[in-house]
């Protein structure tokens, strides 16, 4: 099965010149903790509500900080024409539970979750993936100092 298969095609993104005010009001009004972020059609980034949360907030930015202040920049990604359990292993080896999906011009299609990946002939390989994301000690891990 192929990631084109399952993902999710509409997906919403910031820009990172915006507040992160406004791209938390996105990922409110689309109940989700992840956008992309796009400059001129190119994907340069991905922000979540914890980034919000410990980069922005935490670091004494207001609501008025833009999202290119807060986001991530090295972005990982998967194409939408990847077989689902090479995606599953790679995300287990990233520990993340979402990536975005490019099409093979590099232009974002979409974004796949492991809970879009975990269907049919998958599940096994989605429970993997699941014990690997979930292990301490990654480079999000709030017990490191």
Request: charged fraction near 30%; glycine fraction near 8%.
């Amino acid at each position: 099965m192929r990631v084109s298969e399952c993902m999710t095609r509409d997906v919403k993104m910031a820009n990172p010149q915006e507040s992160i005010c406004d791209a938390a009001k996105v990922m409110a009004d689309c109940d989700a903790g992840i956008l992309p972020v796009s400059d001129n059609d190119r994907l340069v980034g991905m922000i979540t509500d914890r980034d919000i949360a410990i980069r922005g907030v935490a670091e004494g930015k207001g609501p008025s900080a833009t999202v290119g202040d807060v986001m991530s920049a090295e972005v990982k990604y998967c194409y939408e024409d990847d077989d689902i359990d090479d995606v599953l292993r790679n995300m287990g080896d990233l520990q993340v539970r979402r990536l975005p999906v490019l099409n093979r011009e590099k232009r974002l299609v979409g974004i796949v979750s492991l809970s879009d990946l975990a269907t049919g002939s998958a599940k096994a390989h989605a429970g993997e993936a699941l014990s690997e994301i979930a292990r301490p000690g990654g480079e999000h891990s709030q017990t490191r100092h």
